[in-house]
């Protein structure tokens, strides 16, 4: 039996707050903390000494998070965020391909998916909601001869609804179509086969489930994406010198980059917090991921209930088990902010999202803390 409330009490947060803000960034928890003050504190010590060693942690975790993708090491790496994970991709499909090409993707989706597209001039399409459902035959509806890649969250932000990617992402291979995904509202909880899936790219931005803070996003890429849009941007930790030096310092001397997805590392990174997330993964992984993804159904459940008892409109799709996530929205129509900033005076902390009120639940939370929010639901 997991002793949730030992891991409660991993996150202090929840001595003074009532945290629904997960899916906007989640506190991290006792052992993540020391993970990157041990880091820091290495570093204070001991300077640089260690960056060798580092890199292979940081390869190892590379490894840790693949296997949980059904991918290999090689096909891992971290950028800056899902905005600048994006914007590569975009400015591949500029370099690589001709107009006329469009992308599709979702109306309801995170601006990080879709900006850098739009911003270098390329065209998008986007599928419409239906309850808050993106129903995949809607989306291969919206193909056309010109359609190069579809882009979907695999949950949606504002909603918590999350799309079954296998499904999808079998008849866009079979339409040779490219799907890149944006995992950030459900990796680690829900990690996805990328190889059933038939994935292309996938980022996963880990400030909310990662629990280890902005460290950034993970970003996956086939060989056979890298190997068609090369990245377009390189600096000198995407040079592999086939161990002939560590740096490449020659000047006007061709050089190769790395064919695994490290082409992307470009130059050094926030590699002390980066590092921190595999006691991250290693926390989540002791409690297990089916276990707590079971938590995330039997908490959310639980607000449903509740909210279904107060005759509260869900704006959640909550019907299927499998296109839930760990975000419940609903509305009380006008009243949304005044009930968002009067649950704030009681330091229950709710996200305002799309004109909606988004509840997430994460770990920590318990149903005492669903009741404390039902109860500031309930008329006198
Ligand atoms: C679905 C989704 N993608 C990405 C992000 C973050 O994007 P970025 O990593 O570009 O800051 C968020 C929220 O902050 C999100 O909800």
């Not at 906007?24 to 960056?51: C, D, K």
């Not at 090409?101 to 998008?124: A, R």
């Not at 291969?140 to 979907?152: E, F, G, P, S, Y």
């Not at 008849?171 to 829900?190: C, G, K, M, W």
């Amino acid at each position: 039996m997991t002793d949730w409330d030992k891991i409660r009490k991993d996150f202090p947060v929840t001595k003074n707050k009532t945290y629904f803000l997960s899916a906007a960034m989640s506190p991290i928890p006792i052992p993540v903390f020391n993970a990157i003050l041990q880091e820091y504190r290495t570093l204070h010590e001991l300077g640089e000494l260690n960056f060798p060693k580092d890199m292979e942690r940081f390869k190892k975790l590379c490894g840790d998070i693949a296997e949980l993708m059904n991918t290999n090491a090689d096909n891992i790496t971290f950028v800056q965020n899902t905005s600048t994970a994006m914007s590569l991709l975009a400015l591949s499909f500029k370099n690589q391909i001709k107009p006329p090409f469009n992308i599709i993707s979702m109306q309801d989706e995170f601006p990080s998916s879709t900006v850098g597209f739009e911003y270098l001039g390329i065209k998008m399409r986007y599928a419409q909601p239906l309850n808050a459902r993106y129903p995949i035959a809607s989306i291969l509806d919206m193909i056309d001869n010109h359609t190069l890649a579809v882009i979907t969250s695999q949950v949606q932000y504002a909603t918590g609804f999350q799309q079954n990617l296998i499904a999808l992402g079998k008849e866009l291979r079979s339409r040779d179509i490219l799907f890149f995904v944006n995992s950030t509202q459900a990796f680690p909880f829900y990690p996805i086969d990328v190889q059933a899936a038939h994935i292309d790219v996938l980022t996963a931005s880990l400030h909310k489930w990662g629990l280890t803070g902005h460290i950034g996003t993970m970003f996956f890429t086939t060989p056979e994406f890298r190997e068609l849009f090369p990245t377009p941007c390189a600096g000198w930790l995407s040079i592999n010198t086939k161990g002939k030096s560590f740096i490449h310092t020659g000047k006007n001397i061709p050089f190769h980059l790395h064919s695994t997805a490290h082409c992307y590392d470009s130059g050094t990174f926030n590699l002390q917090a980066v590092l921190a997330f595999q006691t991250a993964l290693d926390y989540i992984n002791q409690i297990g991921i089916t276990i707590i993804q079971n938590r995330i159904i039997e908490l959310t459940d639980y607000l449903i209930a509740g909210l279904r008892k107060l005759n509260i409109t869900i704006i959640s799709p909550v019907s299927e088990s499998e296109e839930r996530s760990a975000i419940v929205s609903f509305t009380l129509g006008n009243n949304n902010k005044e009930f968002i900033d009067a649950c704030a005076q009681q330091h229950i902390l709710l996200s305002p999202r799309d004109g909606n009120i988004r509840v997430s639940v994460n770990i920590f939370n318990n149903f005492a803390d669903i009741d404390k929010l039902l109860r500031c639901l309930t008329p006198d």
